[in-house]
């Protein structure tokens, strides 16, 4: 009887064994050969994981209704289930864009299918530069779990932490090298800047950048070239009102790409250079010079990381200096013609060549107070400027647009076209222009009789005025007042 009583218990517990085995070695994960992510970019183009679910331990039943469940590590997601690289009948039934994903297998069978590869591609996403920010040495491991049923039961769900792939993990990184421009600048002067951005990583690249530059209002940007390409660029404006010129970095920019990497690929790999030209004026003085150039890159709407380099223009030096001097004088007797010429010299110092000349002049003589063309009986009836007759009633004559100085009216010395507009209308500094006016006093008996006044009472001054734009484009007026 004791001996029976021995037998059945080790037969209880042979089947006890035999119960546990099966409830804790029916299936298996892990990587499949080359399928832990290999290449990694930090928002660049995805990698590939594949995952063999397998049969495991010696219950003779099938796995049925099988989902594998996988937590990514944070900071990468799912980018897409790779049909070809899966086993027939693998579904991912959710988790796209996400670090969560559920796939649908099929079921694994002792005497039938008894392996199931799952692939699909990740996504590195920016918030693992702020994960490696705060721990160094963060790691990248996901985790997976298998629910499935037996003998139309469910079992006890299998949680597998599978290898890291840390060493994966590829980071981009960037230098911008604004090339130095030594030319001395002024308003309306307009030049192209080379700037170069270098991928400086060991290993890494990215797929799309944006690229933008912040000015002052001093710096007009007119066209931008990403590798001899013209590219589309938007202009904003900030809250300090400063401007922001973005520039959207494209695979077709990065096939052009220079330097020892360079491979005429769509990505920007590293050791490859990427130029920018930019196409710019200088507008104004009223601030400095200077731009602030920055490159990023990112994914999924947000940005990982920006690189940002300060440029600087110089603007150039010199003092504009306006003097009148009378050149003529007949003056007036009855009834006949006086005559007043005043010669107006641009008497500047440049410290850089052109920095003291004066454009887009508007020069004229008037009389009395207020200045007009009439004033207490007399009246200007006719005016030169460098023997050219203009005669309307504005008191200041615009040279520009007139077709008399489409072509140099005075040769060396006198009026230019420094600015290039088609018209002889800028001033050099050191050259000078002759404006000559003819005047009357109106003789009508309504206005002049000697019978009842004097005439000294018909009295008025001649005053010599100038309008221009200084070489920072900043508009300017001198005058010599009642200099007759």
């Not at 299918?113 to 996901?142: E, G, Q, R, W």
């Amino acid at each position: 009887m004791k001996h029976f009583t021995t037998l059945f218990l080790g037969l209880l517990l042979s089947f006890s064994f035999i119960g546990q085995a099966y409830a804790q070695n029916d299936l298996s994960i892990a990587y499949g050969t080359s399928g832990i992510p290999q290449e990694l970019n930090i928002c660049g183009q995805p990698d590939t994981v594949k995952v063999i679910v397998s049969l495991a331990g010696i219950n003779p039943n099938n796995r049925e209704n099988i989902t594998a469940s996988v937590n990514l590590a944070d900071g990468i997601r799912i980018e897409a289930f790779v049909v070809t690289e899966s086993t027939a009948g693998v579904s991912l039934v959710n988790g796209v864009g996400t670090n969560n994903g559920q796939f649908q297998l099929p079921n694994i069978e002792p005497n039938g299918l008894t392996a199931v590869t799952v692939a699909f591609l990740v996504k590195a996403d920016c918030s693992i530069n702020d994960l490696l920010a705060a721990d160094p040495t963060y790691d990248l491991m996901d985790q997976w779990t298998l629910n499935y049923n037996i003998n139309g039961s469910s079992a006890t769900p299998i949680t597998t932490t599978l290898n890291s792939y840390r060493a994966a993990l590829r980071i981009p990184d960037f230098v911008i090298i604004p090339t130095v421009n030594n030319q001395k600048l002024k308003a309306g002067d307009c030049i192209t800047r080379q700037v170069v951005i270098s991928n400086t990583s060991l290993d890494a690249h990215t797929t799309n950048m944006l690229y933008q530059v912040s000015t002052t209002s001093a710096l007009s940007y007119k066209a931008i070239r990403v590798n001899g390409i013209d590219a589309p660029l938007t202009k904003t404006i900030a809250a300090n009102g400063d401007t922001i010129i973005t520039v959207d970095l494209l695979g077709i920019h990065f096939m052009n790409n220079t330097g020892a990497g360079a491979n005429n690929d769509v990505l920007f790999d590293a050791n490859e250079d990427l130029t920018i030209e930019e196409d710019l004026c200088i507008a104004n003085c009223q601030t400095a010079f200077n731009s602030t150039h920055t490159t990023s890159y990112g994914c999924f709407g947000d940005t990982c990381t920006q690189f940002s380099q300060q440029a600087n223009l110089e603007q150039g030096q010199g003092n504009v200096s306006i003097t009148f001097e009378i050149d003529k004088q007949t003056n007036i007797g009855y009834c006949k013609t006086g005559v007043s010429a005043v010669k107006i010299k641009n008497d500047g110092v440049a410290i850089d060549p052109g920095f003291a000349d004066i454009y887009n002049i508007k020069p004229g003589i008037a009389m009395g107070n207020p200045l007009a063309m009439s004033s207490n009986g007399y009246t200007i009836n006719n005016l030169t400027i460098q023997g050219i007759v203009i005669n309307n009633n504005n008191i200041k004559k615009t040279l520009d647009g007139n077709p008399a100085f489409m072509v140099d009216p005075d040769g060396v010395g006198g009026l230019s076209d420094l600015d290039g507009d088609g018209y002889f209308d800028d001033l050099a500094a050191g050259d000078s222009i002759i404006i000559e006016v003819a005047y009357d006093l109106n003789c009508g008996a309504s206005v002049f009789d000697l019978s009842t006044n004097c005439d000294t009472s018909f009295v008025t001054h001649l005053s010599a005025l100038l309008d221009y734009d200084d070489p920072c484009n900043t508009p300017q007026q001198e005058a010599n007042l009642n200099y007759l």
